[in-house]
């Protein structure tokens, strides 16, 4: 047994570009190197941060935790298995919520949506409507039952990821802007439930990917700053947050990837 | 209702046709009506099972569904042959749809029907062409093109199936290269059992046509989603439309 949740080394990744098959003139598209050389390592019942810009490479490092991508190169492995090698154990040990709560046919209710994913996780029927309605309980959707997806606010949705995310019971969460499109409040809730349910009480391992350095601050044990694929700067939040403040030297602002 | 509107627009055009002009160019007792009824009753079924899993595959991904779907605990191919399963089915219901819309709206009796025979036939050209439709899909994850290929076979359907007319009407070439098609085979052999009472022992060529295409075309189709899958992966295109 691995102490580390989320294990990654020197991890890269390169997108081809794409080929036009119709083209007249066939040249060989530009690579697109989006994750250079990544390192990262992340203790059981710890929330940590991914941050950085548009394009920076969180998500693709998430997608890539998650079995939807294939690194290039390195090794990444997700509660002691390997995420190209070992994908299907992989696949036992996450929960994984999309960015922008996506994912669900907006035809049936919430319920059934997580019913649908409790099958295919391969709950037993009986066992599978029990968990849909301790997790719909857990995650606060309580009175949303019959509602179709397609009449959810991006709150709810958000909540309905989450608790398909929870209906395995995996040990690693990954996260990706869970709180995108909430207003204030609702973040502020929503980091607490992550807080205190998803990783007091049921003891999760939380890899949140956010543009939010305060979110981070409020919610995260550490995190990592990206820039152009790469991991510029990592530890609390609280230090990358005094490091990132105006009035900082540029050398220290840039060492967290603003300034 | 868009089966029973065809039928209806079909039994008007077959007014147009006597049966001695059909007779012309094959067996045709029973008058065009029932013989365009089952041929365009095996090519919405053969088309629906063709398309399903394709069509099916691209809600997925417009609903973002497919990323959740994989991380299931499933193995992909079961997904897969799950994800089949539906569109086999609504193909079985719309072939018997449109017999059943043929017997109320054109009296279309089909007693000296040789059932069995024309249930195996119909199975076996279902899920032959449901094979073909997971090789499509799987094209639509490696390339995103599955749909003209859907509507290519769709096209060539019409043409040289023998849905319409008798395939002695084509020209030479056309009726060779017919032959090549599965759908030629099945549609043949349906109508031969449902018009002419043909038994099994008198459809095993038809018989073994599709069964030959469907032990091809399944584990290709298995193996094509695989590599489509993995080359998804690799490109980061597994939620692209």
Redesign the interface.
């Known amino acids: 047994m691995t102490l580390s949740a989320i294990s990654v080394a020197n991890l890269t990744k390169t997108f081809p570009g794409s080929v036009r098959v119709m083209s007249f003139r066939p040249a060989r598209p530009p690579r697109i190197e989006v994750l250079r050389g990544i390192d990262l390592e992340v203790p059981r019942g710890e929330v940590f941060g991914l941050l950085g810009p548009n394009g920076s490479g969180k998500t693709t490092l998430l997608e890539i935790l998650a079995t939807h991508l294939l690194p290039t190169n390195g090794h990444a492995k997700v509660n002691g298995h390997d995420v190209v090698r070992d994908a299907p154990a992989v696949r036992h040990a996450i929960g994984y919520c999309p960015g922008g709560a996506v994912g669900f046919d907006p035809r049936l209710t919430g319920k059934r949506n997580l019913e649908f994913f409790a099958l295919l996780g391969d709950l037993p029927r009986v066992q599978a409507r029990e968990r849909v309605t301790e997790v719909w309980e857990l995650v606060g959707l309580d009175g949303f039952r019959d509602n179709t997806v397609v009449h959810y606010s991006d709150g709810m949705r958000q909540r309905l990821a989450l608790a398909r995310a929870l209906l395995t019971d995996p040990p690693v969460l990954l996260l990706d802007e869970p709180t995108r499109g909430l207003d204030p409040e609702a973040s502020a809730l929503w980091r607490r439930f992550l807080r205190e349910r998803a990783v007091e009480e049921l003891g999760k391992t939380i890899l949140l990917v956010t543009h939010d350095l305060l979110e981070a601050e409020d919610i995260c044990d550490r995190a990592a700053i990206m820039q152009r694929g790469r991991i510029v700067a990592d530890g609390p939040p609280s230090e990358l947050l005094r490091a990132a403040r105006p009035g900082r030297s540029p050398r220290a602002r840039a060492a967290v990837g603003v300034g | 209702m868009n089966i029973g509107l065809t039928v209806a627009t079909y039994l008007f055009v077959s007014r147009l046709v006597p049966s001695e002009t059909l007779a012309q160019w094959g067996p045709a007792q029973e008058g065009y009506f029932p013989f365009v009824l089952i041929g365009m009753a095996m090519n919405g079924a053969m088309l629906s099972a063709l398309t399903g899993l394709t069509h099916s595959l691209q809600l997925q991904k417009a609903?973002?569904?497919l990323?959740?779907?994989?991380?299931?605990?499933?193995?992909p191919e079961a997904?897969l042959l799950f994800s089949s399963l539906y569109p086999l089915a609504r193909a079985g219901v719309d072939l018997m749809v449109y017999l059943l819309v043929g017997w109320v709206v054109g009296g279309v009796s089909l007693t000296g029907a040789n059932v069995p025979a024309a249930v195996v036939t119909a199975c076996l050209a279902i899920v032959a062409f449901g094979s073909l439709g997971i090789v499509t899909a799987a094209l639509s994850l490696l390339?995103h093109c599955g749909t003209p290929l859907l509507w290519a076979i769709g096209s060539a359907s019409w043409l040289l199936g023998g849905v319409l007319y008798p395939q002695p009407l084509l020209p030479r070439p056309l009726r060779w290269a017919a032959q090549l098609f599965p759908f030629t085979h099945a549609i043949q052999g349906v109508r031969a059992a449902l018009l002419d009472g043909a038994s099994l022992g008198d459809l095993i060529f038809p018989i073994l046509v599709l069964t030959g295409f469907s032990l091809i075309m399944i584990p290709l189709g298995v193996l094509a989603f695989n590599i489509g899958l993995?080359r998804a992966?690799?490109?980061?295109t597994?939620a692209e439309c």
């Open positions: 609903f973002g569904m990323k959740p779907l994989l991380l299931g605990r499933s193995q997904v390339f993995s992966r690799v490109r980061g597994l």
